[in-house]
């Protein structure tokens, strides 16, 4: 695989890069402040709608979106080194309209939605008039397995009684969270596990909707995006809410997660990319022992390390989204799983090498803390670690089952006891 772009994104590189330099690393530690220090932290940031203007007048907005004349036009391969220089700061994607749960909401209704509900929601999404949340994760069970999932949605005449207790609603406390979607059992006898769930629009706020708290996050609270801990009782919502039909909402989560899961991974290799280089240039300023830090063996050894990890990283996120270009988001999914375990772990470790070559200032005064946050909590979004490598594991053990050893060399051992050979023994 090359490692080169079309002009056109080359092209949207340099606007992207040039449009990061003046206006989003300038820009970030006032977004900071105004994001700890406001009288209501709920409120979404002044200067970052500003930003985001400027974003949209310079047609770097709704990058995302494959297959759909509403984006940019690019393919996930295209997309993924502009959501990389994303990624280099935590308020870059909402100023591209390209932050997440809002990217993944898109794509559902693009997908899936009727020409009513694209009308209601997708359109002031597409033109960040509005945000959005995505419910499913579950407190009282391990939703990580969707069929767990205990949430009702239950048809009573023209509408859908909805009941439930939902929690890591993500952008449920943005007051401009205006739609919330939300994942439950609408058939929860059927004999296939996989056609019991539905998802359904819910308007927000909505009656019987309950925001029960902002989840802290690692201590902080991640205003004013946040992530909500929802309780839904008795919240009536018209049939026509329903999102593709009843029981296909297991087919809308795998369509949902996978472009999820690799617009995450894309912006942490950005963030370990920009980690790299504030390591580098810190280790360079600090003496200890009489020499710049950098010369130490150990530092230098991490920064190979580092090197090595977020190439390895970059090109199994370009073979994913090329899989996904090529043969089907489904297809792609042992690729997805590769990528969703491997790039925030390779982050974290950058980032908190970073802030460890940062010593005491590391912990306070850099973008560094709030990105080792959020690229720990990633090893949860979309599926904890655990889940897709036993995912990957089964899949790797049905694909060696059904290959012949005798063309592969699986049972062309040789082995020696006695001073005598006994080849093709099948251990």
């Known amino acids: 695989m090359t490692m080169t772009y079309s002009p056109k994104v080359e092209a949207l590189r340099a606007r992207l890069l040039d449009f990061m330099a003046e206006h989003i690393y ?15 932290r709920w409120q979404p940031l002044v200067l970052l709608q500003q930003i985001k203007e400027k974003a949209k007048a310079a047609g770097l907005w709704n990058l995302f979106l494959p297959e759909s004349e509403l984006g940019a036009g ?13 990624g280099r700061s935590p308020f870059a994607p909402e100023a591209f309209n390209c932050s997440a749960p809002d990217t993944g909401n898109m794509e559902v209704f693009v997908r899936y939605g009727t020409a009513e509900q694209k009308e209601r929601w997708l359109k002031p ?3 960040g008039e509005i945000r959005s949340a995505f419910a499913m994760t579950e407190p009282n069970v391990a939703s990580s397995d969707a069929t767990n999932i205990e949430t009702s949605i239950i048809r009573d005449g023209d509408e859908y009684i909805i009941n439930g207790h939902k929690w890591w609603t993500s952008g449920a406390p943005d007051p401009r969270c205006k739609v919330l979607i939300v994942m439950g059992k609408s058939d929860p006898t059927n004999p296939d596990r996989y056609k019991q769930q539905s998802m359904i629009l819910v308007p927000n706020p909505h009656p019987g909707v309950t925001m029960k708290r902002a989840l802290p996050v690692f201590g902080g609270d991640d205003a004013p995006h946040g992530h909500a801990e929802m309780i839904f009782e008795n919240v009536r919502v018209p049939a026509s809410n329903m999102l593709l039909g009843e029981g296909r909402g297991f ?4 369509g949902r997660l996978g472009p999820g899961r690799i617009h995450h991974c894309m912006r942490s290799i950005g963030c370990a990319e920009r980690a790299l280089e504030r390591m580098i240039r810190r280790l360079n300023q600090r003496v200890a022992f009489g020499k710049p830090v950098a010369e130490q063996s150990l530092w230098r050894e991490r920064i190979a390390e580092s090197r090595i990890m977020i190439d390895q990283a970059r090109l199994l996120c370009l073979h994913a989204a090329h899989l996904m270009d090529t043969v089907g988001n489904k297809h792609a999914k042992a690729e997805i799983a590769m990528i969703k375990v491997v790039a925030p772990n390779i982050a974290y470790k950058i980032v908190d090498w970073a802030i460890q070559s940062f010593g005491g200032g590391g912990m306070a005064d850099t973008w560094l803390a709030a990105a080792h946050t959020w690229q720990r909590a990633l090893r ?3 599926g904890p670690d655990e889940v897709h490598r036993d995912q990957l594991g089964r899949m790797e053990i049905k694909r060696w089952a059904n290959t012949d050893p005798a063309r592969t060399g699986g049972w062309g051992d040789v082995m020696v006891a006695d001073g005598i050979s006994h080849p093709g023994l099948p251990i």
Do not use: G, K, R, V
């Open 26 to 40: 300038p820009n970030e530690n006032a977004l900071f402040e105004a994001s700890h220090l406001a009288t209501d």
């Open 125 to 127: 999404l597409l033109a």
């Open 380 to 382: 949860f979004a979309d």
């Open 251 to 254: 087919e809308i989560a795998q």
């Open 74 to 86: 690019l393919t996930n391969t295209e997309y993924a080194p502009l959501a990389e220089i994303m």
